[in-house]
């Protein structure tokens, strides 16, 4: 119980004067952001502008992704998949000047300069030979291109703020970029109902940082708040960290206005809480990855905006330990719990080893983490409410409950808005930390709790030395990240 | 600032011992329960074992409804809308041996008395002709019911605990009734990811009580959970009076288990809490009514349950000013508001008239009531948390800020568990008072929040003394009750 009372006399800080207030919250200093990434299974998805309405509304029964079918073949441009490119047409010159007519002359990039950053993805891994990338400004131009694209049997690409991690957002081939990045407005916020009205271009910052002016919240934050856009987040149905807390996007979402394949505009825009008449069709765009329309506004509803925001990094011995630890956080933090994301031993070291500047919060301080041969686990938890001291005094006393139960071994509380970022840091610089390896093979996987962790291990066991693995994140929703990182890429390695 | 005072020296007996904890809440005592109702234009679909299953899932563009498309007919049944029975097959005793060699004899109800619940809805207004209702207990059996309805052309209606108010589950001909009231079973609770698995005919009440032993809570609650079904609850889309606190079905609802027209399972049944795996097809079965598929089991995640919660009863001056209280609400109490109600004053009067053993919290207390000319607005405000002692604080001072900001008028905070209850149930009691009229015409829209009130005093100019109008619901989540009870019906009160 020694360790424990290092803790606790950290705590007396808690109770804190002028600590982060919740607008500080962590900024995300990283130029790279890292999105909340996708299953396996939802790599790579094509637009095919050349289908009709009605298969682009099939559901996907039907319809396979492109790469799926190209499987077998052989063109390949780096860690991609083998894929073929379908029979859609080529770009025209008269093809440019439709769209030029459309979206004008300095929204048609067509230089290899202005290409680049819209035929790559972040990390570098996927990379397409698109010869277009148009920039829309409002959804009639969007529905005058694709229906442009939809005659001509051009293939086409959605494209937000390209912050994916699976490849979703770039070409593969050829495809015409259709960018979103200059449809940002903001089209109403009511502070009544809560209600925010968007094109689909907004950055989620952007969007978090004017709704904070009225008090309100987004109901998701992810690493690359700072550059992915509201439409992308729709359209991979991203989670993020704030998941446990405000839940899914699909109950978020109140509604869409979407163009389709042909250029049709789908207007389920509703922006009343609850819509009960008719079928919901909108959710059926939420995580389809643009695959049956392009999202061009939404109608989402933004919680109240808590004032206070406290974060802790907790050491526990064991995964099961974790497990535990959230059971009762659930339980005696209640409703001003709002993120718990672990790290394992390894996620923590790589972290630090690359960003230099931030250190462990628990070095020093005792704890299991000097204790030979043990493999500690690491939490990021954190609690926003209405009432400052309300808050601390639950945080304070639901620490002391977990101490004492020996669940969490060893701990530290934010004590202003440096610590409070450096903390979330740790966590959220993982991902970027990882691309110091030439290769990286990412899962983003939701399976039970109980059997999480042992999917890492036996992961670990089997790819030995070729490959550093780790594991990660958000253990609210049951979303585990287990990326592995080597020197190359390599087919044996993925077998 | 007088009337302040008032409300104020109520407040000193806030703090209280051993008040009505959480679990103790507002037991639903009326024999026939009302359900929170769906929006006109979803009233009346028939199960159309006839189509197949492309159709099922055509997504309603093509397939009108049947009582739409017999509108312009001639045969009626009391208060129905015209319709015409379409061109099904006919029971015959060789359908009877089918459905004994399926569900079995017992299961099998034919008799005139048998079928008079599954016939008639609970207000009385709409009544089918059913000579056959079913009482499957297995998916599987469902699927062998469906199966041959299909193959025989026999139309179906699903039924859950019948609470609707809209007719939606009781036949309009001799559909064969399929209930879902022996499918019953809980799967499996999971405490820790706090999923939950069962079967469609789950009472919403018994699941709530079971949840309640390992600290978890069901996301929707509403007045008819008594007998309601959590298969309906999610073929309606309810939303009920938890809305404000924990969102839509199409948030909580993880998975679904459907048996299509044609007898076909669809197993979407996925229990983990984030799914992206391909288009979400179960989000389409909630809030179809049935017409898309028969929900026959779920997996839903369920909150952890707080701990205490509060009920007061509020007075406001008029509308604009129960906006400003929710408004203030919602951002002074934060996480810990968990229901939002508002009554109007003929609501109040007419739950009070017909619910003899309720009065006015408020009588005596002085206040805008008691002032000449006035029409005061009511509110039932709910709180809950973690914490009795930070709730009450957080209460004490939201109230005594919107009283010193004379938004609220006058109000009292439930003492006990029997203050509690018989707070809720003014509020609750309003749809039962109204069956001591004749007819009814009830409408349940979602409207946005500054112009919802405006269409009730509308109407009820335009209806004049023909009707007693009323005006309540759950402001939360922009939902407006509109219900006109008169001594008949009538064509001419309806135009």
Not at 194 to 218: F, H, R, S, T
Not at 369 to 375: A, I, K, N, S, V
Not at 462 to 476: C, E, K, N, T
Request: with cysteine; proline share 4%.
């Amino acid at each position: 119980f020694a360790r424990g009372r290092c803790l606790l006399e950290r705590l007396g800080r808690l109770v804190r004067r002028g600590g982060p207030a919740c607008g500080a919250s962590h900024p995300h200093p990283h130029p790279h952001p890292h999105p909340h990434t996708l299953q396996p299974q939802q790599r790579r998805h094509i637009f095919l502008a050349r289908d009709d309405t009605r298969s682009w509304l099939g559901l996907g029964l039907g319809a396979a992704p492109l790469w799926k079918r190209g499987l077998a073949s052989s063109s390949s441009a780096g860690a991609m998949p083998a894929l073929e490119r379908g029979a859609y047409a080529t770009l025209t010159e008269e093809d440019l000047d439709v769209f030029r007519g459309i979206v004008g002359a300095a929204n048609v990039l067509t230089s290899e300069e202005d290409l680049a950053g819209h035929n790559r993805d972040w990390m570098g891994k996927y990379e397409g030979a698109s010869k277009l990338a148009l920039r829309p400004k409002t959804t009639e131009e969007v529905s005058r291109v694709m229906k442009h694209c939809h005659e001509r049997g051009l293939a086409v690409v959605p494209q937000g703020g390209n912050t994916g991690l699976v490849g979703g957002s770039v070409p593969v081939f050829d495809e015409v970029v259709v960018s979103m990045a200059r449809m940002d407005a903001v089209r109403s916020i009511d502070p009544l109902s809560g209600v925010l009205i968007c094109q689909a271009g907004c950055i989620l910052q952007n969007l978090d940082d004017q709704l904070q002016e009225v008090g309100l919240v987004m109901p998701l934050d992810l690493g690359a708040k700072g550059s992915c856009h509201i439409g992308g987040n729709i359209s991979t149905n991203a989670g993020g960290i704030r998941y446990l807390r405000y839940g899914s996007l699909h109950g978020s979402v109140l509604g869409l206005e979407v163009v389709l394949a042909n250029g049709e505009v789908l207007d389920v825009l509703h922006s009343v809480r609850k819509d009960t008449t008719g079928y919901d069709l909108k959710q059926l765009f939420i995580g389809a990855e643009g695959t049956l329309g392009l999202v061009t506004a939404a109608a989402i509803h933004c919680p109240p905006r808590p004032l206070f925001k406290n974060v802790t990094f907790l050491q526990c011995r064991s995964f099961p330990d974790v497990l535990s630890t959230f059971q009762r956080a659930r339980a005696e933090l209640g409703e001003i719990l709002s993120a718990f994301e672990f790290l394992d031993k390894e996620s923590l070291d790589l972290s630090l080893r690359v960003h230099t500047d931030l250190k462990n919060p628990l070095d020093g301080g005792g704890g299991a983490d000097d204790e030979e041969g043990e493999r500690p686990f690491y939490i990021v938890l954190e609690t926003s409410g209405s009432n400052e001291a309300h808050d601390n005094e639950k945080l304070h006393s639901f620490l002391e409950s977990a101490m004492e139960a020996d669940m969490v071994t060893n701990g530290a509380v934010a004590q202003d808005g440096s610590q409070f970022q450096s903390f979330w840091r740790i966590r959220e610089g993982v991902p970027e930390a990882l691309t110091s390896y030439k290769a990286m093979y990412k899962y983003d996987l939701s399976i039970p709790l109980q059997t999480m962790y042992t999917l890492v291990e036996e992961i670990r066991q089997r790819v030995g030395d070729r490959a550093y693995v780790v594991g990660y994140g958000h253990l609210g929703d049951g979303n585990l990240h287990l990326n592995l990182a080597a020197d190359s890429y390599s087919e044996e390695l993925l077998s």
